[in-house]
């Protein structure tokens, strides 16, 4: 269901065309391949004279490299052999620190990383190679226990008033202190990573791949292969989801399957099985989040020490940016007058963790939800009124000092879904005597739209519109991943130029073809690369506006195109067709990009960690009813009513498929996803033991739709893509604790965690190292 | 190599005996697969496979019917086939609900009883309802028929006892008196494509206020499928008081061997389980 919100409160926004198609829900542009089979999948492509490429892993945690033996005795022909002396670059997956190897060469730092490559035409022979070769290593002690760790990726520490904290807490009614912990997640994107390198006459490589990120996995190559731009192009093909894992993982299988095609001189196709994939790629980081907070005696914060502990695995990869977004979000959606948070990424050996949906928020918010809760429950207050009173409000400053100016609804989103989840009588109901306990639960999340601090700044971000005989052709290296972007780019691009959404195609990312809009990441796409596209498509707009003035007559600031037909007033001038075509025949292609740039007066200070961390937030809250059964300890969620603030809806109905989507993600966060290590590998790399949740696990949802506009976004759209991972987990874990007043500071919920702190009696606390992250139970 | 090893499809019982007289070695036989094509992707114990014997196509094994008080399930009767039947419907509602609770619908397409049974994993479902019901087993091969009861089948560890020469034919169970009943629940990992952390079934039923006939099997819990004897004891003559049940439950937690796995800890496992006879046996009485 969608709602709008109340008018008003949307503050209109003058815009030079009218929504037509922006607000609709016309098809998704891929839906139809997809659903009638006919999208082709990177495994559905065969190349020709292609071989399939194998990864041979290590079998130990942390160990020196004694040996890569090839068994001598085997017959190796047909089979392409590649270790990290055949590589021509550096050997390094390029990111942020350049600290991962493509293939480990000296050490080996995690369970199942790379350490050789093989390629061969036959699948059957290439699995029995793969048993011929044998790493020998020397074992070192490996580090399991991020609490023990004395590697640090990258440590963060910022303060807001920090002078007052000492008065805080000596003025405190009550000092609340808890401890919270979330493990590894996993993406579980249907289609496993795969790509196909294929060695090109100039010595290149063209690169086919299930991706986010081109330009990211362009960038890797070149560094590996030492190429220059013009002779590694990268084709994004079909995706069958991403959530963030594949962000950074494939630059390293890209990278493997190059190396391979450059040895053999053929076409190299790797696609991972799932379990390979659920052992290797990265995951959502574990980590340990401690809250100290002075109150007052109503609930007013008086303020906050937060320390935030992220487990980054073997290597740095993306963790220092996981880290600041999970930093700056620690403080939640709340006003604080003095607050400090310290917050670490360490090094341990296992697979290194990465991007996921939220990108460090849902763990932080996790904790300073259910912070709240506990909170409240100290104070005896209503955990809906304890959130009232200290959410954040326009003209607030955020513990970074933010300014918050534009788009900020925090109250009305905690508003439509008290009314809506009719909180006030569902908390005052009886939880049952029985067997089963129902409880009702709330969270309040702000998500920063776009990159997180300077990174907007350093990308400049570029895309662009081109002219068609009929239209235009959007080029952008953003990806389709399942989420909609080529839809919404069209209906964004179309309403600009005045045309039925079929004149618009999507070129499909190649970054030989189409400029760098950076990754596919951050729920940037809509609101950065979508508002760029705007630009661009309005400017092409002028330009032909112009073009049909000067040919046709008329002013070319009251000519406009609409419905395909440009007009001044009410006198039809010429179809888009013809002005097109003959612009094209007088004076060539015309190609407009443009490029992204910040809304002014938007300041970062990367160093103090000061200022506007995005230029905008996106605001939800969610309500979650669960019943716990005490026999057996499970909680069923029994329904969730979430609303959720997205500037606007360019297209409502993949809105509320993000909403939703997220949320079932988000309930398997919050009670069964669990990557179980042992001995830094991962036990359960398959689906019957990483369970995800099923049709029958996902509740009725109800969504509220807020559309507070944000003045700089294409037509007033923030982002929506990571949102909705960030509210259900702490909402879940409050409506347990109304349920059965066990507060249970871990995620997942599984009943054995339940029972435990149900055991406890009280509300027991997770203490950081009392078992190592990750360890099995 | 999955693709070279051997396949017969036998299109009668007579041809799959034919196979059997002489049993290549590593022979496996292939029902509905959903457990063996997994474990073939999973590699478990492939090289130990040198020959499949499918009978996905002997239909004189796919039935379901009535004989003598019997209820006779054929080893192809799939949970489909469970699920929708009447008969089991309206003789052992139990078995159809669980049927219906066993993966998604498409497994419940394809796997089969006599697939659950003779993969004899702890946690597969039907085994424990099986047990309580008092089922026996009818087994056979080309030297003859015999038959074994359900708790005698379920030797050790996903181990059986049937012959390398036998087929699992048929499970036949006992009608439930008037007063009796066949009850369980399962506790998985999720609403569906869910596997047992345990299970517990209970057969039985009151007489004059007392507890008569009573069975007791538990999945998920031991090493085997396990029929739970004392618990059996200590219930049977019994009102269901709550010093009934709480005999019952101490026998019960005393005799099953949880362990701690993925799904969770053996302690866990045993007050579940425990927690589950207590609330299932006044369902016996009433
Ligand atoms: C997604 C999924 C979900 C599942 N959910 C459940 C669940 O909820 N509960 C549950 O209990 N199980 C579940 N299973 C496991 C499986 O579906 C069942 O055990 C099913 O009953 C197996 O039957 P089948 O016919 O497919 O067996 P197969 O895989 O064909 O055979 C299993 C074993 O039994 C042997 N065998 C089969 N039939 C005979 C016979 N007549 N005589 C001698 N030996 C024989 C085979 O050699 C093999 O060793 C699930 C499996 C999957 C893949």
Redesign the pocket.
């Known amino acids: 269901m969608v709602i709008p919100a109340p008018p008003g409160k949307m503050g209109p926004v003058p815009l030079p065309a009218p929504e037509l198609l922006v607000g609709q829900s016309p098809p998704r542009l891929d839906g139809l391949d997809k659903l009638l089979g006919r999208a082709r999948y990177l495994d559905d492509l065969t190349f020709e004279g292609q071989l399939w490429g194998r990864t041979v892993r290590s079998t130990v945690a942390h160990a020196r490299i004694v040996l890569i033996d090839f068994d001598p005795s085997y017959d190796w022909s047909g089979v392409t052999r590649v270790t990290a002396r055949d590589i021509p670059g550096e050997n390094v997956v390029q990111l942020i620190d350049d600290d991962q190897p493509c293939l480990a060469w000296d050490v080996i730092r995690h369970f199942d990383e790379p350490v050789a490559l093989l390629a061969c035409a036959d699948r059957e022979k290439l699995e029995e190679a793969l048993r011929h070769v044998r790493v020998e290593v020397e074992p070192l002690p490996a580090v399991l226990d991020p609490a023990a760790s004395t590697q640090v990726f990258k440590h963060y520490r910022y303060e807001r008033e920090a002078g007052r904290l000492a008065e805080a807490f000596a003025r405190a009614h009550r000092v609340v202190e808890g401890s919270y912990r979330v493990r590894h997640q996993e993406q579980l994107y249907l289609e496993p990573n795969a790509v196909c390198a294929v060695p090109r006459a100039d010595g290149g490589i063209l690169l086919h791949g299930s991706m986010q990120c081109p330009f990211y996995v362009q960038r890797a190559l070149k560094r590996l292969l030492a190429l220059d731009d013009e002779r590694v192009a990268v084709v994004q093909t079909v995706t069958g989801g991403g959530f963030g894992g594949k962000e950074e993982y494939p630059s390293m299988i890209a990278c493997h399957a190059a190396l391979l095609a450059r040895a053999a001189g053929r076409p190299v196709k790797i696609v991972y099985g799932r379990g390979e994939d659920l052992a290797s790629t990265t995951k959502r980081h574990p980590g340990v989040v401690s809250h100290r907070t002075a109150v007052a005696a109503d609930g007013t914060l008086l303020g906050g020490e937060i320390d935030v502990l992220f487990d980054g695995g073997a290597y740095s990869t993306l963790s220092p940016v996981v880290l600041s977004r999970g930093a700056i979000h620690a403080p939640g959606a709340y006003r604080w007058p003095a607050c400090r948070v310290d917050a670490r990424a360490v090094a341990t050996n296992t697979p290194p963790n990465g991007a996921f949906r939220g990108f460090g928020a849902p763990q932080t918010l996790f904790a300073v939800e259910l912070h709240m809760d506990r909170i409240a429950r100290e104070l005896g207050l209503d955990p809906l009124d304890l959130r009232r009173r200290n959410a954040l409000r326009p003209g607030d400053r955020t513990a970074t000092g933010q300014e918050l100016r534009e788009s900020v609804s925090a109250l009305e989103v905690l508003e439509a879904v008290a009314e809506r989840s009719g909180w006030a009588s569902g908390r005052a109901q009886p939880k049952g005597d029985g067997p089963k306990r129902r409880g009702l639960g709330l969270s309040l999340v702000l998500h920063g739209a776009g990159f997180t601090g300077s990174g907007e700044v350093k990308l400049k971000a570029r895309a662009g519109v081109e002219l068609t005989p009929t239209g235009c052709r959007v080029l952008a290296a953003s990806t389709e991943i399942g989420q909609g972007t080529i839809t919404i780019f069209a209906q964004l691009v179309a309403d600009a130029l005045g045309l039925p959404l079929g004149a618009i195609e999507v070129a499909a990312p190649d970054t030989s073809r189409v400029p760098d809009s950076g990754p596919t990441v951050a729920s940037r796409t809509c609101m950065v690369v979508g508002g760029t596209l705007e630009g661009a498509a309005r400017a092409l707009h002028r330009r032909l506006a112009a073009y049909a003035a000067e040919v046709y007559g008329g002013d070319a600031e009251r000519i406009a195109c609409v419905g395909g037909t440009f007009r001044e007033g009410a006198r039809a001038i010429a179809t888009f067709e013809e002005v097109a075509r003959r612009q094209l025949a007088d004076r060539g292609p015309l190609v407009i990009v443009e490029q992204y740039s910040h809304p002014p007066g938007i300041e970062w200070d990367d160093d103090e960690f000061r200022g506007d961390a995005y230029p905008v937030y996106a605001w939800a809250a969610t309500a979650v009813e669960v019943e716990v059964d005490l026999d057996s300890y499970e909680t069923r969620v029994l329904r969730v009513v979430t609303a959720q603030d997205v500037g606007k809806a360019i297209h409502p109905l993949l809105c509320v498929g993000q909403i939703e989507g997220g949320t079932v993600q988000a309930l398997g966060y919050a009670l069964m996803e669990e990557v179980v290590h042992r001995d830094g590998r991962v036990a359960n790399d398959r ?2 033991s990483y369970l995800i949740p099923t049709a029958l696990d996902a509740p009725p949802i109800e969504t509220i739709l807020v559309e507070n506009r944000y003045p700089h976004g294409p037509r007033g759209a923030k982002g929506v893509g990571e949102l909705p991972m960030d509210g259900p987990a702490p909402a879940v874990a409050a409506a347990v604790l109304d349920a059965t007043g066990a507060l249970v500071p871990e995620l997942p919920i599984t009943p054995d965690r339940l029972r435990a702190a149900l055991k406890l009696g009280a509300a027991p606390t997770a203490s950081l190292g009392e078992t190592p992250l990750g360890a099995a139970e | 190599m999955i693709s070279r090893i051997p396949v017969t499809s036998a299109r009668s019982l007579p041809e799959a005996y034919a196979l059997l007289e002489k049993p290549p070695p590593g022979l ?12 073939l992707q999973a590699r478990v114990g492939l090289e130990r496979i040198g020959h499949v ?1 499918d ?2 196509g002997l239909r004189e ?1 796919r039935f379901v019917d009535r004989a003598e008080g019997l209820l006779r399930l054929g ?2 009767a ?2 489909g086939d469970l699920r929708d039947s009447p008969l089991v419907r309206e003789r052992l509602p139990a078995l159809a609900e669980l049927s219906r ?4 619908r ?2 419940q397409s ?12 702890p ?5 424990p309802l099986l047990i309580a019901a008092g089922a026996s087993f009818v ?1 056979g091969g080309p030297r003859g028929e015999r038959r074994i009861a359900a708790d005698q089948f379920f030797v050790a560890y996903r181990r ?1 006892a ?1 012959a390398p020469d ?4 048929r499970a036949e169970l006992p009608e439930l008196a008037p007063h009796e009943r066949l009850v369980y629940r ?1 506790v ?1 990992t999720r609403r ?5 952390r345990t299970l517990l079934a209970l057969r039985g039923g009151a007489l004059g206020g007392r507890l008569a006939g009573v069975r007791v099997a538990a ?1 998920g819990v031991a090493p085997v499928p396990l029929r739970c004897r004392l618990a059996e004891a200590a219930l049977e003559g019994r009102p269901v008081d709550a010093l009934a049940v709480a005999a019952a439950r101490a026998a019960l937690e005393g005799e099953i061997r949880p362990i701690s796995d993925l799904r969770g800890s053996a302690d866990y496992r045993r007050e579940v389980t425990g927690n589950l006879l207590a609330r299932l046996l006044p369902e016996l009485a009433g």
Do not use: H, P
Request: charged share 10%; glycine share 16%.
């Open positions: 689906l019957q | 496996r036989v292939l029902a509905g697969g959903t457990d063996l094509m997994v474990q014997l009978i996905w094994l080893a192809l799939t949970y609770e066993v993966g998604a498409a497994i394809r796997g089969t009883l006599g697939g659950n049974v003779c993969n004899a994993s946690a597969g479902d039907t085994l087994v059986t049937l036998e087929l699992f034919l399962k998985g569906a494509q869910s596997i047992s999945g």
